[in-house]
């Protein structure tokens, strides 16, 4: 992936958090509260469960269709990053050769089944903090988090990582344009070559880190950064946080796609 693809698509996810829709208009701390449940939920499956994490899709599913949000955009941005979950997984299979029964009559590798665990559990959480910051922004999520009692110093640290990440990313791509528009063929590729760029973006990084400090410094700043906003918990927000904790509630300790079998299976017979 390149430098202006990778730019280009965080900036797309900060476009689509300015919408106007139900999902943007909740408070930021509504939909931190709900996407962390939801991530301590899915996460506290036992290894060996797959079938039990599939209803749970159903929340990306419904806030990326309230909040307008192209799935095929966010299921790019998952699948760019399964290769981390699929480094984690992948060994499974060799260090867990026992059999699990998926089905009467049908068992397979252990492995296989905490491999697959792994990447569902991958997939929905990452979709959710995905669809959290497409329906927030990334500056909303910080506000909410403060207010949510977390250390100033914490968040600012947040705000100023995503602040700064475009102005790294720009400057990558200035340096990367620079070297190409002086390279000629396969020349300017070399390993060599891109040890000095890195170098020469990491002393670039320093010294404006050096300069905005300074400013922030001379204009009083003091650990965190202040809002004017003031925003007002309201009832619905109080819904969405109330039908979310309940839905997650119930697929943690309902076997939901167990209870379907039986009833397909039911008026199948």
Known sequence: MS??????????????????????RLDPRAKVVATLLFVVVVVSFPKYEVLSLLPFFLFPVLIG???????????????AVS???????????LFDPSTVAIAPGVSVSAGWVSFASILVKFALTISAALLLIATT???????????????A???????????YLF?????????????????????????????RIVGTLFLRTVERA????????????????????????????????????????????????QMIGRLVRGLAG
């Open 3 to 24: 430098f202006e693809t990778a730019y280009s698509g965080i900036g797309r996810l900060d476009r689509l958090s300015y919408r106007d829709t139900v999902v943007h």
């Open 65 to 79: 269709a309230l909040g307008d949000i192209p799935a095929g955009f966010i299921a790019r941005k998952v699948v």
């Open 83 to 93: 290769p981390f979950a699929v480094f984690v997984g992948i060994f499974n299979p």
């Open 137 to 151: 922004s990334f500056p909303g999520i910080c506000r909410g988090l403060r207010r949510l009692g977390f250390p």
């Open 153 to 163: 110093l914490f968040v600012s640290q947040l705000l100023f990582l995503y602040r």
């Open 167 to 195: 102005v790294l990313m720009e400057e990558a791509m200035r340096v990367v344009r620079a070297r190409d528009m002086r390279s000629f063929g396969t020349r300017g590729t070399g390993v060599r070559v891109f040890v």
């Open 210 to 257: 050096e300069r905005i400090y300074g400013a922030m410094l001379a204009r009083g700043f003091r650990g965190e950064v202040p809002s004017m906003r003031r925003e007002a918990l309201r009832s619905s927000d109080a819904f969405f946080v109330l039908a979310a904790g309940c839905f997650f509630a119930l697929c943690r300790f309902v076997p939901v796609p």
